[in-house]
């Protein structure tokens, strides 16, 4: 196969483009819901509807797990792109805005007709964790046909959520991307998501894993429901021969990289106060992959994962509010 040509690129995400609507609520408000608390649990139109309702005061803000991933990865100076799906609507125009915003390429055309633009209410307990409902709206019409083979082809790391998996359509289009990214022998990047999306796709994510991933992104808990065990070591010991790097998050006891033969323990990154958990993944994964694609070592990307991370639960929103070049020039100095 001819090698691949420079990319114009460094990462290309599909994801579900979503509006997040945060709130602060009591356990029993939580508790009270058929959800699983620190999870993401799929809702309807109607139901999203009635949730709102009962909501208290929030924060409107333009979100989705890739879409985080590659704003914070914009912030550290990646090249940037993400393909995802929205209405022609008001929620639709502020997220094209806010990402477009950010540094990332955005040019997947809106719906003009169909479901609104998808939403999510994130509802932070006193705890910082942070349980989601989500109406997929108008993300579930991602379909093959959106997907740019160019802008593919011209990614070096295609990053996949494993959210997006729940659509048909959009699941379809992740099998496009894919086959075209191997194609090109570009880097396939996945996230696990949550353990609850594991749980409904687990034999799709292993396919995915055995044939297809180069990066692998997880949470301790993700990665042990993959392989159906409570045993860490075990479910390293079954990924490690599959993927180039397996980056896994612990939270407060820091992260586990295992790459290149080697295995490298990353502390959790210092915060003052835990606010919001929201997006600590999401931002892992941009610190982590804007260091690999500037080629840093595998220890530097989880340390720059760390510190995005960080510095996202440190406030409200998945979204960094801090200038992270300037942190990871004085914490993770290149």
Same mark, same amino acid.
């Given at each position: 196969m001819?090698p691949?040509?420079?990319?114009?690129?460094d990462?290309l995400a599909l994801?579900?483009a979503i509006?997040d609507?945060?709130?602060?609520v009591d356990?029993?408000?939580?508790d009270?819901l058929?959800?699983?608390?620190?999870g993401m649990?799929?809702i309807g139109a109607?139901?999203a509807q009635?949730?709102?309702?009962v909501l208290?005061?929030?924060i409107?803000c333009s979100? %989705?797990s890739?879409a985080n991933t590659?704003?914070?990865a914009s912030?550290?100076?990646?090249?940037t792109a993400?393909?995802?799906r929205v209405?022609?609507?008001?929620?639709?125009?502020?997220?094209t805005?806010?990402i477009?915003?950010?540094?990332?390429?955005?040019d997947t055309p809106?719906?003009?007709d169909?479901p609104?633009?998808?939403?999510?209410?994130?509802?932070?307990?006193?705890?910082?964790?942070?349980t989601m409902?989500t109406?997929?709206g108008?993300?579930?019409?991602?379909?093959?046909?959106?997907?740019?083979?160019?802008?593919?082809?011209?990614s070096?790391v295609?990053?996949l959520e %494993?959210?997006?998996w729940?659509p048909?359509?959009a699941?379809?289009?992740?099998?496009?991307a894919?086959?075209?990214?191997?194609?090109?022998g570009?880097?396939?990047?996945?996230?696990?998501s949550?353990p609850?999306c594991?749980?409904?796709?687990r034999?799709d994510?292993?396919d995915?894993?055995?044939?297809d991933?180069?990066?692998l992104?997880?949470?301790e808990?993700e990665l042990t429901s993959?392989?159906g065990?409570d045993d860490l070591?075990?479910?390293?010991?079954e990924?490690?021969?599959l993927?180039k790097v397996?980056?896994v998050?612990?939270g407060e006891?820091g992260?586990v990289?295992?790459?290149?033969?080697?295995t490298?323990?990353?502390?959790?990154?210092?915060?003052?106060?835990?606010v919001d958990?929201t997006?600590?993944?999401d931002?892992?994964?941009a %610190?982590?992959?804007?260091?690999?694609?500037q080629?840093?070592n595998l220890?530097?990307?989880?340390?720059?994962?760390?510190?995005a991370?960080?510095?996202v639960i440190?406030?409200?929103?998945?979204?960094?509010?801090a200038?992270?070049r300037a942190?990871m020039?004085e914490?993770?100095?290149a």
């Amino acid at each position: 196969m001819t090698p691949p040509g420079p990319p114009s690129i460094d990462i290309l995400a599909l994801g579900n483009a979503i509006v997040d609507v945060l709130s602060h609520v009591d356990d029993a408000v939580v508790d009270g819901l058929p959800v699983n608390k620190g999870g993401m649990t799929l809702i309807g139109a109607v139901e999203a509807q009635d949730l709102y309702g009962v909501l208290g005061p929030g924060i409107e803000c333009s979100g %989705g797990s890739a879409a985080n991933t590659v704003v914070g990865a914009s912030m550290l100076g990646a090249r940037t792109a993400f393909i995802g799906r929205v209405r022609d609507d008001q929620l639709g125009t502020v997220f094209t805005h806010d990402i477009r915003a950010a540094g990332v390429r955005f040019d997947t055309p809106p719906a003009a007709d169909g479901p609104d633009t998808a939403v999510c209410m994130v509802m932070v307990t006193p705890d910082a964790h942070r349980t989601m409902c989500t109406h997929l709206g108008a993300s579930i019409e991602l379909g093959p046909d959106d997907v740019d083979e160019a802008l593919v082809r011209e990614s070096a790391v295609l990053y996949l959520e %494993g959210y997006l998996w729940d659509p048909s359509g959009a699941r379809e289009a992740m099998r496009r991307a894919i086959a075209v990214a191997r194609d090109e022998g570009r880097a396939v990047a996945l996230s696990l998501s949550d353990p609850f999306c594991v749980d409904r796709h687990r034999a799709d994510f292993l396919d995915l894993v055995d044939n297809d991933v180069d990066l692998l992104f997880a949470n301790e808990h993700e990665l042990t429901s993959l392989y159906g065990t409570d045993d860490l070591d075990r479910a390293f010991n079954e990924v490690m021969p599959l993927v180039k790097v397996a980056a896994v998050t612990r939270g407060e006891h820091g992260a586990v990289i295992v790459g290149d033969g080697e295995t490298h323990l990353v502390p959790a990154e210092p915060v003052a106060q835990v606010v919001d958990t929201t997006g600590a993944g999401d931002l892992f994964a941009a %610190g982590f992959l804007a260091g690999w694609t500037q080629g840093r070592n595998l220890h530097d990307c989880g340390r720059m994962g760390a510190v995005a991370a960080a510095e996202v639960i440190s406030h409200i929103g998945a979204r960094p509010e801090a200038d992270l070049r300037a942190l990871m020039a004085e914490r993770v100095p290149a």
